[in-house]
């Protein structure tokens, strides 16, 4: 533990002193990694490897997410590039009129020709033409997610209602595979038996794979429940900032035209900085130095091979061996 705990902070130190040192390559390293982030997550489920080359996940994972990091950058420039330009420390020419619709068209084509090469004789796990049109689907409500709302409360939205969820889902089905003792469970409480029997041998099996394939309320109560000391500490440093930093309690659209400050910059002279605008670069830079890491664990976490759980016999029939929550820490 001391070795991840070493990387972590090893990891926040590195984005923190690249803001310092080049900001403008800072912030494209950031939207990229992000954007391959968020495609990689919200696409987790998709067997790519039962039907495709090795080549077309990274596409499609790129793909998704240069669709959700444009949306946010591109949907209201009068939002995003003020943010943007104080974060690099010059103007941002980022509004050009063509980046939205490309933006958009270069991940429906993605999908289309994911769909249109998708092998007839392929295995049971591969994408289906069907999930492809779901994604179609999904992909177009994130757009109309941004066009109804500002770049800043879309982004909120998708993060709180797809991209968090689904990866707190996507950890949860992993731990499960791995007997975690948060959600570890015993096979004689999963069939109501002690035998271990031919039959109840095999309906126990069962009953541990149906465990693990399911993610649900209560695992997500669990989570949550363990969550709360972290999530208290994250709750309490932001109201911390909120108040140095003080930004007006309006919508993120008004946001950005609250308090105005001048300041003296080495290029321009005097020029008026939006405070709310300052804030919100802070925030941007706060955000990428805290999931640096996590970005690194989740892409770890794909790097892995999943093992089959360890069954061993006990006198109350089978039970997951609790071994198992030692791989996932390794």
């Known amino acids: 533990m001391a070795a991840l705990y070493a990387t972590y902070l090893l990891i926040m130190a590195a984005w923190s002193l ?24 919200d696409l987790d489920t998709i067997d790519f490897a039962a039907a495709y080359p090795p080549a077309v996940a990274p596409a499609v994972f790129a793909s998704r997410g240069i669709l959700l990091v444009g949306l946010t950058m591109a949907s209201d420039p009068s939002i995003s590039v003020p943010i943007l330009t104080e974060l690099v420390g010059h103007d941002c020419h980022a509004s050009h009129p063509w980046l939205y619709p490309a933006i958009v068209t270069q991940h429906v084509a ?29 992909a177009l409500l994130y757009v109309a997610v941004f066009r109804l709302t500002d770049p800043l409360m879309g982004f909120a939205v998708y993060f709180g209602l797809w991209h968090s969820l689904g990866s707190m889902a996507a950890d949860i089905a992993f731990l499960k595979a791995g007997s975690h003792p948060m959600f570890g469970t015993s ?39 363990a969550a709360v000391p972290y999530t208290a ?30 300041v003296e910059t080495a290029a321009t002279g005097s020029q008026q900085v939006d405070t709310s605008v ?23 976490k794909h790097s892995l091979p ?25």
């Not at 069962?206 to 309320?217: E, F, G, K, S």
């Not at 108040?243 to 035209?257: E, G, K, W, Y």
């Not at 706060?286 to 690194?296: K, R």
């Open 110 to 138: 993605v999908l289309h020709d994911s769909h249109a090469r998708f092998p007839a004789a392929s295995t049971v796990s591969a994408p289906s033409a069907r999930l492809w049109m779901c994604e179609m689907c999904r």
């Open 278 to 300: 300052r804030l919100w670069a802070v925030f941007v830079m706060a955000v990428s130095v805290l999931t640096g890491p996590h970005v690194w664990v989740v892409a770890a």
């Open 233 to 262: 500490v994250a709750i309490l440093s932001m109201a911390g900032f909120y108040a140095v930093f003080p930004l007006l309690h309006n919508d993120a659209a008004s946001a950005t035209r609250s308090t105005v400050e001048t």
């Open 187 to 225: 096979v004689a409480s999963l069939d109501g038996t002690g035998s271990n029997s031919g039959n109840n041998e095999k309906d126990a099996i069962d009953a541990i794979a149906a465990h693990q394939d399911r993610v649900t309320l209560g695992d997500f109560a669990r989570c949550y429940r």
């Open 306 to 330: 999943m093992p089959p759980p360890p069954v061993h016999h006990s006198d109350s029939g089978i039970d997951v061996a609790d071994s198992q929550a030692d791989w996932l820490t390794a």
């Open 18 to 41: 690249s803001w310092t040192i080049a900001p403008s390559l800072t912030l494209a390293a950031f939207l990229a990694v992000s954007a391959f982030h968020f495609g990689e997550s």
